[in-house]
């Protein structure tokens, strides 16, 4: 067999080979996304329209009105006031419990690597060890813990265990980011007098914003997509909107609103989908620039 023929069989087999991996690319992300379609195309149909079409017919009529009754008017056991209140619940909720968990993890970090000291390592075996600790075994002890100083069932309690459950995560990834970091960027600011948290602000954070990236978008989703912590740790007002989303769907008062059902999902959904969309390339660099190394 001539050259020619070898490169041109060997082009053949590439292609058939990348069609393939399209072929396989795509029925993943419909399997992904059928669920989905399913779901926004249910929360704008009228009642009517679901009970007459399938569930991937295309609607006859679009209407936003589920929407407005799911934010607003959605019954909740005896509360009919939809989602609102509780979607409000989970952004208080959500941005100190990033933002603490994030700032501690960066100090932990930066701790543990450029500024070690006697029990370090220990200490980060002891922080890794929180990463793989389930949900379940925490919850009578930080319960107990939580009802032992008073904050037992109210919001700043669901933001201590998100917190504390967080910085192990949070942790791992600055500690992996700041050992790809030369040393002597910290040396040449100890020459120059700075102090701990001197060089940590002026000349380790400002070289960290991939890192911060990933660990906003890792403690954003795991956070708001949260149900187990919020349904065991607060009630009644008190809940996040993962919780209150659980609450309308197993809520039945007449006819069953499937279209409002879904569009609370949607509703749900939406913060974390978005931060994907607009955020996922960050969330990829910073994975690239080393932030999960080590």
């Known amino acids: ?31 992904y996304l059928m669920p989905l379609l399913v779901v926004v195309l249910t929360s704008v149909k009228d009642l009517d329209d679901i009970r007459n079409g399938s569930i991937l017919s295309l609607p006859q009529r679009v209407t936003f009105e589920p929407w407005r009754q799911a934010w607003s008017e959605a019954c909740i056991g005896l509360r009919c006031a939809g989602l609102r209140d509780f979607f409000i619940n989970s952004v208080a909720m959500i941005v100190p419990s990033v933002a603490i968990s994030t700032a501690v993890g960066a100090i932990n970090g930066y701790a543990l690597t450029q500024w070690k000291f006697r029990g370090a390592d220990l200490i980060f075996a002891i922080l ?26 109210t919001m700043v309690g669901l933001i201590m265990v998100h917190v504390v459950y967080g910085i192990p995560f949070t942790t791992l990834f600055f500690r992996n980011f700041f050992l790809s970091l030369p040393s002597d960027l910290v040396k040449a ?3 120059d007098g700075a102090g701990f948290y001197q060089t940590l602000w002026r000349v380790i954070l400002p070289i960290s914003i991939p890192c911060f990236v990933v660990s906003i978008i890792w403690q954003f989703t795991n956070i708001w997509n ?29 006819v069953k609103a499937y ?15 978005a ?14 620039a080393g932030s999960i190394k080590g």
Not at 18 to 27: G, K
Not at 227 to 242: A, R
Not at 262 to 271: D, E, F, G, N, Y
């Open 189 to 191: 600011a100890r020459v």
């Open 226 to 254: 949260d149900f187990i912590f919020g349904t065991t740790f607060t009630s009644g007002e008190n809940v996040p909107v993962t919780v209150a989303l659980n609450n309308v769907v197993n809520t039945t008062t007449g």
């Open 259 to 273: 279209n409002v059902d879904m569009a609370s999902v949607v509703m749900t959904a939406l913060p974390t989908l």
């Open 128 to 153: 890794l060890f929180g990463v793989f600790i389930p949900f379940q075994i925490i919850l009578i002890p930080m319960a107990r813990t939580l009802g032992a100083i008073g904050v037992a069932n």
């Open 1 to 31: 067999m001539s050259a020619d023929a070898i490169i041109l069989q060997r082009g053949a087999s590439h292609q058939v080979a990348r069609i393939f991996i399209y072929v396989c690319l795509i029925l993943f992300a419909a399997v």
């Open 275 to 288: 931060i994907y969309v607009f955020a996922g390339r960050y969330f990829l660099r910073g994975l690239m």
